[in-house]
């Protein structure tokens, strides 16, 4: 399968700051790329899903101008948390997949906290 | 609207027997339904899938069982071990497009010795 990669793995920081994740397709090539938000004890909770060079497709309830998507190419996404704040702290996943085919490969994970 | 239900939400195990997790679909678009496995703290990790056109599918320990016309699926862990103590997410997707996956809320399998 193919290898996902997140940075950073953790991170704390102030309320008001923005936060850059970074997703990484490490040998494979990622036409399509999924963000999810997991709180503690739940389910992924699907926030977005890019496609290589095009804008991203946010879910209901998901605010685009607070969580910036760029998938700038086959093999890295990025997902910046404008402004963030306390309710924003999560453990955030990125997913990838190719064209063609159905299976999603996860990254690892980046626990955000807001303090 | 939930389109994929799971169940249970947490399930005991003894060491030595067999983990079973039922999940349900409403969507007949689905053609694409694999099981992950989450380790506190991890991305999930894809376990097992399985399309309609077949009733079952088996990879070592794993097992997928299918069923159409009940629009239901289920994943048996045979001989459970401590180590597979994990949550388990089953989920469902078209295979046309960028359908992403709908997942069920997930089961906390505990595997006692």
């Known amino acids: 399968g193919a290898v996902v990669s997140q940075h950073p793995s953790w991170v704390i920081c102030k309320s008001g700051t923005s936060v850059k994740i970074e997703c990484r397709s490490l040998?494979?090539?990622?036409?399509?790329m999924f963000w999810y938000r997991q709180f503690p004890k739940q389910s992924l909770m699907l926030m977005a899903t890019?496609?290589?060079?095009?804008?991203?497709?946010?879910e209901q309830g998901v605010e685009k101008d607070k969580f910036l998507i760029n998938h700038a190419s086959l093999t890295l996404s990025t997902l910046t948390v404008t402004s963030a704040h306390p309710e924003d702290s999560s453990f955030y996943i990125c997913s990838v997949k190719s064209a063609g085919t159905e299976t999603q490969y996860f990254g690892p994970g980046t626990r955000l906290l807001v303090l | 609207q939930q389109q994929v239900k799971q169940s249970p939400q947490s399930l005991i195990v003894q060491k030595g027997g067999i983990s079973i997790i039922n999940c349900a679909y409403e969507?007949?678009?689905?053609?694409?339904f694999p099981w992950y496995q989450q380790f506190p703290g991890k991305g999930p990790a894809l376990l097992i899938a399985i399309r309609p056109d077949v009733s079952e599918k088996k990879e070592g320990r794993f097992t997928i069982s299918f069923n159409k016309s009940a629009k239901q699926f289920s994943l048996h862990i045979m001989d459970s071990q401590p180590g597979d103590s994990a949550t388990y997410f089953c989920?469902?997707?078209?295979?046309?497009?960028?359908?992403?996956?709908?997942f069920g809320k997930g089961t906390r399998l505990s595997v006692i010795a």
């Open positions: 989920a469902a997707s078209g295979l046309t497009g960028n359908t992403p996956l709908v």
């Open positions: 969507n007949t678009a689905f053609d694409y």
């Open positions: 040998d494979f090539q990622a036409t399509t």
């Open positions: 890019s496609n290589e060079g095009s804008k991203a497709t946010y």
